[in-house]
C-alpha cells in the first residue's frame, strides 16, 4: 500500500518539481560527462597532462556533491512544506511516523533514481561536446568519440549514493521531530525572523558594508607583482576571502530587510501602482530568508568568479607559449666543458627541416649592479649578451633589431619584474668594462623564461664589451620549417641521454633534462591546462547557477501555491491578467535579483585586481572588461532560462487555482 502511495506521489512531484528534477538530471549528467571524458584513454593520449585531469576533477567532484546535496535538501524541505497536512492526516489516521518517514524516503529515492536514469544518456551525449571543446583548446583537428566506460558509471552510482545518503538521512532527522501539530501548521513556519530590531540590522549592514571594502583593499593590496609572491600573501587572501564571504552573509541579512521599510516608509513610492503588494509580499520573505540569500549570493559570487578566471586563463595562450616557447627547440649548457651541440642538430635533422640555427653564449660580469635590483640570491653577477646575437634572436620572431652606440646598453626583463628596475635612476648609467654605458631602453616583450638559466633579466652591450668576460652559458636555438611536436623532447632525451644524464663527485647521477626545451611540448602542455582548467571553472560555475536557479525557482513555485489567495483576491479585486502578470514578473525580478547584485559588484572588484598580475599578459589592459561582459551575458543566459521556467509556472498555477 504504501509502496503504491510513494509511487503515486513520485510520479505527481515529477510535474509540481519539474525545475528541481531538470537541474538533478542535468547535474548528475555533467558529473558523469566529465569522469567519461577523464577516463577515456583517447583524451588521456592527447596528452601527458591529462591525467592531472582526473585528479582535478576527483577533488572538485567533492565540492559539488556539497552542492547538490544543498540543492536536494532545500528542495526537498519546500516538497515536504507543501505535504505537510496531507502527512498530519495520516499520522491522524494511525500511520506510525516511521512509515511515513519510509514512505518519503521511497519517494526521493524513486525521483532520484529517475533523475540518474535520465543522467546516464544524457551524460554520454555531454562527453561528446565535452570532448570536442577539449579536442579545440588542444588544437588538434581530429574529432575524438568518447565511448560508454563503466567504471564513470560506477562511480555516478557512489556520488548518487552518497548524495542520497546525506539528504535522506537529514529527512529522518527532521521527521523525528515532527509531531501531528508541526505536520498541520508546517506550512505556515518559514525561516526564523533574524532581526527583532532594526537598530541590530543597521548596525550589521554597516559593519559588513565596512568589512566587504576592507576585505576588496586586501585583496587589492596582494594584486600586485611587489606583493604577490611573497609568502604572507597567501594569508592575507585567505583572511581577504573569509572577510568577503562574511560580508557577503552580512549584506545579505540585512540589505533586503533595510531597503524595504525605507521604501514602506515613502508614500510616493508605497502607493504607486502595484508597488505595496510586491513590497509586502517581497518583505515576507526578505525578513525571513536571510541566511539563505547569503548562501545563493556566495554561490552566484563563485559562478561568476570561474567565468571570469576561465576567461583570463584562455586570454593569457598565446602570451605564455610566448615565454615558455618562442623558438622550435632551444638547449643549453652552463657546466664546462660546454657542448657543441652538433649531436642535438644532428637528431632534430631527422625529423625536421632546419632552417637556420642560432649559438649564443651568456656572459658574467662580475660587478653585479643590475642583479641586486631583483633581490636574488642565487647567483652574484649580471648576465649580459652581445647585441650581434640579440639582435639574430629578434630576427627568427620577426621582431625589429635595435641599435647601440658605444656608451650604450639594453635591458631586456619579465615584464613581471619590471617594476623592479622601472624609473630608477642608479641603472641609468652603469660602469662597464671600465666605461660608462648609458641605459638606451628596456624591453618586455622579446624575453622569454629561457634566455638564460639564471635570472630575470640580460644586459645587452655592443660586441667589444664582452671581450675576457668569462661564459656562463652557451645556447642553442633550432628553427625548423615544420612545426615541433612534443614527442621530438623525448626522442632526443632517449638519444642524448649520455649528454643529458651527469653525475656528481660521489658517483650519483641526476638528469638535466630541464635544458631541452621543445615548443611543440610547450605548445601541448599549455592547450592541456588551459583545457583543463576552462573546462573546470565552466563546471563549477554552471552547476552553481543550476543550483542558484533552482532554488529560487522553487521557492516561487512554492510561493505559488501557498499565497494562492493573494493572487485570487486581487483577482476578485478587478485586476486583469495582464496587470496581475506584471505584478509577478516584477516580484521575480526582484526574488532573482537580490542574490545577484551585492556578487556582480563583488566580483568585478575583485577581478580589477587580478588584472593588475594578468594585464601583462593580456592582450591589452582593458580586455578583461570584455571578459566580464561576456561572463555576465553567459550567466544571465542560463539564469534566465531559470527565471523564465519560474514565471511560467507561476503564471501556469496561478491560472489553474483560479
Avoid at 483 to 502: F, G, N, P, S, Y
Wanted: include cysteine; proline fraction near 1%.
Amino acid at each position: 500500500m504504501l509502496g503504491k502511495l510513494a509511487y503515486r506521489n513520485a510520479k505527481r512531484s515529477i510535474r509540481d518539481y519539474l525545475i528541481y528534477m531538470i537541474t538533478i538530471t542535468v547535474s548528475f549528467s555533467l558529473m558523469l560527462a566529465f569522469n567519461l571524458v577523464a577516463n577515456s584513454d583517447q583524451v588521456k593520449e592527447l596528452s601527458y597532462g591529462m591525467d592531472t585531469f582526473k585528479s582535478v576533477l576527483t577533488f572538485i567532484n567533492i565540492i559539488i556533491i556539497f552542492v547538490i546535496c544543498f540543492l536536494i535538501n532545500y528542495t526537498t524541505r519546500f516538497m515536504f512544506e507543501k505535504r505537510s497536512k496531507e502527512l498530519g492526516t495520516y499520522m491522524l489516521l494511525g500511520i506510525k511516523k516511521k512509515e511515513i518517514a519510509y514512505l518519503l524516503v521511497i519517494e526521493n529515492i524513486l525521483l532520484g533514481i529517475f533523475a540518474f536514469i535520465l543522467s546516464i544518456p544524457l551524460g554520454f551525449v555531454f562527453s561528446q561536446f565535452i570532448s570536442l571543446v577539449i579536442v579545440k583548446l588542444l588544437g588538434i583537428p581530429e574529432v575524438i568519440f568518447i565511448s560508454v566506460d563503466f567504471v564513470p558509471i560506477g562511480l555516478l552510482v557512489i556520488y548518487f549514493l552518497l548524495v542520497y545518503m546525506l539528504v535522506l538521512f537529514n529527512l529522518l532527522i527532521r521527521i523525528r521531530k515532527m509531531t501531528i501539530h508541526n505536520f498541520i501548521y508546517f506550512d505556515k513556519q518559514n525561516e526564523m525572523k533574524m532581526f527583532q530590531s532594526s537598530k541590530k540590522r543597521n548596525i550589521l549592514f554597516i559593519v559588513s558594508v565596512i568589512i566587504g571594502f576592507v576585505s576588496l583593499l586586501i585583496w587589492n593590496s596582494r594584486c600586485n607583482f611587489e606583493k604577490f609572491n611573497e609568502q604572507a600573501t597567501y594569508t592575507y587572501m585567505m583572511a581577504s576571502m573569509i572577510m568577503i564571504i562574511i560580508s557577503v552573509y552580512g549584506i545579505s541579512a540585512s540589505c533586503a530587510d533595510m531597503l524595504l521599510q525605507v521604501l514602506l516608509k515613502s508614500r510616493k513610492i508605497k502607493y504607486q501602482k502595484d508597488n505595496l503588494f510586491v513590497t509586502r509580499t517581497f518583505a515576507s520573505k526578505a525578513r525571513t530568508m536571510s541566511f539563505t540569500f547569503g548562501t545563493l549570493s556566495m554561490l552566484v559570487l563563485l559562478s561568476l568568479l570561474c567565468l571570469n578566471y576561465s576567461s583570463i586563463y584562455k586570454g593569457v595562450y598565446k602570451t605564455n607559449i610566448e615565454l615558455n616557447a618562442p623558438y622550435d627547440v632551444e638547449v643549453f649548457n652552463r657546466t664546462q666543458p660546454f657542448d657543441d651541440f652538433n649531436e642535438y642538430i644532428c637528431v632534430v635533422e631527422e625529423d625536421y627541416t632546419i632552417n637556420e640555427t642560432v649559438r649564443y653564449d651568456i656572459y658574467k660580469e662580475p660587478d653585479h649592479q643590475i642583479q641586486d635590483y631583483y633581490d636574488v640570491q642565487f647567483y652574484n653577477y649580471d648576465t649580459v649578451m652581445k647585441l650581434s646575437s640579440y639582435n639574430k634572436l629578434l630576427k627568427l620572431r620577426n621582431m625589429d633589431t635595435i641599435e647601440l652606440k658605444d656608451n650604450e646598453y639594453f635591458l631586456v626583463t619579465t615584464s613581471q619584474s619590471l617594476y623592479k628596475i622601472e624609473g630608477n635612476d642608479d641603472i641609468k648609467n652603469i660602469q662597464f668594462s671600465g666605461k660608462e654605458l648609458h641605459l638606451k631602453g628596456i624591453d618586455t616583450e622579446s624575453y622569454w623564461h629561457r634566455i638564460n638559466g639564471t635570472s630575470r633579466f640580460v644586459v645587452i652591450v655592443p660586441d667589444k664589451y664582452v671581450q675576457g668576460l668569462e661564459v656562463a652559458e652557451q645556447h642553442l636555438i633550432i628553427d625548423t620549417k615544420e612545426d615541433t611536436k612534443a614527442e621530438l623532447k623525448e626522442k632526443i632525451i632517449t638519444d642524448l641521454e649520455h649528454l643529458l644524464v651527469v653525475r656528481d663527485e660521489n658517483g650519483k647521477s641526476y638528469n638535466e633534462y630541464y635544458r631541452v626545451n621543445v615548443r611543440g611540448e610547450a605548445i601541448e602542455e599549455q592547450n592541456t591546462m588551459t583545457a583543463i582548467i576552462a573546462s573546470i571553472c565552466l563546471y563549477i560555475a554552471f552547476i552553481l547557477i543550476f543550483a542558484t536557479g533552482t532554488i529560487l525557482a522553487v521557492q516561487s513555485l512554492s510561493d505559488s501555491s501557498k499565497y494562492k489567495y493573494r493572487y485570487l483576491t486581487l483577482r476578485k479585486l478587478g485586476v486583469n491578467d495582464n496587470s496581475l502578470f506584471s505584478t509577478i514578473r516584477k516580484q521575480l525580478l526582484i526574488l532573482f535579483g537580490v542574490p545577484v547584485i551585492y556578487s556582480v559588484i563583488a566580483s568585478f572588484c575583485m577581478l580589477v585586481s587580478v588584472n593588475n598580475i594578468y594585464q601583462v599578459l593580456l592582450e591589452n589592459r582593458f580586455i578583461y572588461l570584455f571578459y566580464f561582459a561576456g561572463s555576465l551575458v553567459l550567466f544571465f543566459s542560463v539564469y534566465g532560462i531559470y527565471w523564465i521556467a519560474a514565471y511560467t509556472s507561476f503564471k501556469r498555477n496561478i491560472s489553474e487555482e483560479s
